[in-house]
Each structure stands twice: as C-alpha cells, then as structure tokens.
C-alpha cells in the first residue's frame, strides 16, 4: 500500500539533523489502515485550506502547502516557526484506488483518507469438493 521507506525524507532528516531543525520544510505525517481505507494525516499548523494543493500522479501523491507573513510592513523580531513552501510525496503501489482519494482540513491537519483497491480486498472464496453436495469455505490472502 503505502511505501514506508522514502530515502529523499531520510536525507531530508538528515539535512534538518545538520542543521538543527532550522530548515525543516516537510511536513510530518500519520499513516495508518482501518478496515479498507488508508488514513493518512499530514500536520500544517498555521496553513490555510486554500493553500494547501494535492495533486495525483500515477500512483504517487502530492502535498504542498504554502506558508507566508501576509502583512506587508512587519518588523519580524523573531521568526522561529518555517515560512515557504512545504511539500510531501506519497508513493502508493497498485493496490490504494486513488481515483477514490478524499481529503478534508481541520484545525491544522490535512487528512486523505484513500480506499484499498477492490483487486486488492481481502475476500472469501468458496471451494466446493468433488465428492460432497456441501461447499468448503477458505479465505483468500
């Protein structure tokens, strides 16, 4: 389903390590399956649902948000918290129906919620016995 080795986010980290967190401009993320839907829950405290853009690419999943001062005439006398661009790539395999993705906004947390493909669901399948009128029931993986 979801990819769980990313090395662009594991040097990511590593460049924010060397940095000391200065530049942080990923987003950190939740991913978890319930039943037969992919939750995934990506923090962006202080963004606005207009800018946050999600875009779709074969099976890979876009995030990027957008993060400025929008007063003209500040004197920033601190600036602790990443302003910018930030962006996340989801790499999904054959198996999550990304036509099917939703995604929703509330109190600073974009969450996707994405179906598992019906090919990929678990099913039952019914194997019925040449010598016996009663069907045995196994469960396909």
Same mark, same amino acid.
């Given at each position: 389903?979801?990819?769980?080795?990313?090395? #662009?986010? $594991?040097? +990511?980290?590593?460049?924010?390590?060397?940095?000391?967190?200065? /530049?942080?401009?990923?987003?950190?993320? +939740?991913?978890?399956?319930?039943?037969?839907?992919?939750?995934? +829950?990506?923090?962006?405290?202080?963004?606005?649902? $207009?800018?946050?853009?999600?875009?779709?690419?074969?099976?890979?999943?876009?995030?990027?948000? @957008?993060?400025?001062?929008?007063? @003209?005439?500040?004197?920033?006398?601190?600036?602790?918290?990443?302003?910018?661009? #930030?962006?996340?790539?989801? #790499?999904?395999?054959?198996?999550?129906?990304?036509?099917?993705?939703?995604?929703?906004? $509330?109190?600073?947390?974009? /969450?996707?919620?994405?179906?598992?493909?019906?090919?990929? /669901?678990?099913?039952?399948? @019914?194997?019925?016995?040449?010598?016996?009128?009663?069907?045995?029931?196994?469960?396909?993986?």
């Amino acid at each position: 389903m979801l990819m769980r080795f990313d090395p #662009f986010r $594991e040097l +990511d980290r590593l460049v924010d390590q060397l940095n000391d967190g200065r /530049r942080q401009r990923s987003m950190p993320m +939740d991913a978890y399956r319930i039943g037969d839907i992919v939750h995934v +829950d990506l923090d962006m405290p202080g963004v606005t649902a $207009e800018a946050v853009d999600i875009t779709v690419e074969n099976q890979t999943v876009t995030v990027r948000a @957008e993060r400025r001062w929008d007063a @003209e005439g500040v004197e920033i006398v601190t600036c602790e918290r990443p302003q910018g661009t #930030f962006s996340r790539e989801l #790499f999904f395999g054959d198996t999550a129906d990304l036509e099917q993705l939703t995604a929703s906004y $509330e109190n600073g947390v974009v /969450r996707l919620r994405i179906p598992v493909a019906a090919q990929a /669901r678990v099913r039952r399948i @019914e194997v019925r016995s040449t010598g016996s009128e009663q069907p045995v029931v196994a469960q396909a993986t």
